[in-house]
């Protein structure tokens, strides 16, 4: 290699380190201003805190259906449920709301429309409801027999690899049949000895104000089944794909960065993107 050739390699490699330092002073600013208390932070929150810093740190710009966003590909997190929070407490959450949505969904009356989500305290549906109130989802058309079937399925054949619930149906997305498409579509269960663990796949997740309610919604789903078979309530993967920040959610996701567990009273306003 002459000179010449070796200058050129050797300011390259300067280039990819420097940027490489700038990436990791970058990501250790924004871990150490995550939290006043380190120690007194929960699982739950660090975790989730973690991911909004990765997403505002790595994520691409890019304009989608709704606006535009900071966006990553996927991201996953676990959380074991016999010892990490079910609620994220950086910010007032309304969880009335999320136990009315998984009431709803599990009601053996069919849903038909956005007045039964709202008869249960969830008032957020009315987003995606036609003109007169109706509804069509597969959170509730797919996943009720589904749900059935894999509870009789824990308690007869627990240690089956099969206990999968599939919410996606894809001729009713591509054929626009519904009133939106599943974010989260799918849980998969299984049972180690006499505990219950679940995998929660979510193919679009709005970070700031879908996913800690997702969490949530996640824990209720797991219970139900840990009462329904009797197994004890253990650990739930969160695989996520398209993990996304809007730009109007920004300002408030730098705001959370800043806050503790003492700020669960605090309110903390996202607008919704529909």
């Known amino acids: ?16 380190k420097k940027t490489e330092n700038m990436i990791d002073s970058a990501k250790s600013q924004i871990k150490s201003m995550n939290s006043k208390e380190t120690n007194g932070m929960s ?5 989730y805190k973690d991911l909004v810093s990765d997403v505002l740190m790595f994520g691409e710009r890019q304009d989608c259906r709704n606006g535009s966003q900071m ?17 994220i407490s950086l910010r007032k959450m309304h969880t009335k709301g999320i136990r009315g949505e ?18 249960n305290g969830c008032n957020y549906w009315k987003n995606w409801c036609d003109k007169d109130g109706s ?3 597969d959170y509730y058309n797919q996943l009720h ?27 009713n997305v591509e054929r626009g049949n519904l009133s939106l498409p599943c974010c989260w579509h799918g849980m998969t269960f299984s049972i180690i000895g006499d505990v219950l663990h679940m995998k929660w796949d979510q193919r679009s997740v709005d970070t700031m104000i879908g996913l800690p309610s997702d969490i949530y919604l996640a824990y209720l789903f797991m219970n139900h089944v840990s009462i329904a078979t009797g197994y004890a309530i253990g650990s739930c993967l969160f695989s996520l794909s398209n993990v996304h920040i809007y730009d109007e959610h920004i300002e ?5 960065l800043l806050r503790t567990n003492a700020d669960a009273d605090l309110p903390l306003i996202f607008e919704l993107k529909a």
Do not use: Y
Request: overall charge negative; proline content about 3%.
């Open 252 to 256: 408030g996701a730098e705001e959370l």
């Open 71 to 87: 966006i990553i590909p996927h991201a996953s997190f676990t959380l074991d449920f016999r010892r990490d929070a079910h609620v």
């Open 43 to 47: 699982s739950t929150n660090k975790k």
């Open 145 to 171: 027999p589904q749900l059935e079937e894999v509870i009789e399925a824990i308690i007869t054949t627990p240690e089956s690899r099969r206990h999968v619930i599939s919410l996606w149906d894809h001729d």
């Open 102 to 119: 998984f009431k709803t969904l599990i009601s053996k009356d069919e849903l038909t429309n956005v007045k039964q989500f709202e008869a």
């Open 1 to 16: 290699m002459n000179r010449c050739a070796q200058d050129v390699k050797n300011t390259v490699l300067q280039f990819l």
């Open 135 to 137: 509804l069509t989802l």
